[in-house]
């Protein structure tokens, strides 16, 4: 899960705000609205996430 994707998707602007070393720091704005889109987003990717572990779990218990 990307979520620096799904921000921009859900409509909010990511900024890059330093950077130092390896580690880069962003800052994430946007509507109620925009926020809200991103919630529900994550818990989608989320539960597809958790549905693939369940399957694959059930393909090992069968093999």
Not at 12 to 32: D, N, W
Not at 54 to 61: C, E, F, I, L
């Amino acid at each position: 899960m990307d979520i620096i994707d799904i921000a921009r998707a859900s409509g909010m602007a990511v900024t890059l705000e330093g950077r130092i070393g390896r580690e880069e720091y962003q800052s994430v704005c946007g509507s109620l609205s925009a926020l809200q889109r991103f919630a529900d987003a994550v818990l989608q990717c989320a539960a597809k996430q958790k549905d693939i572990q369940k399957r694959a779990q059930r393909t090992s218990r069968h093999a």
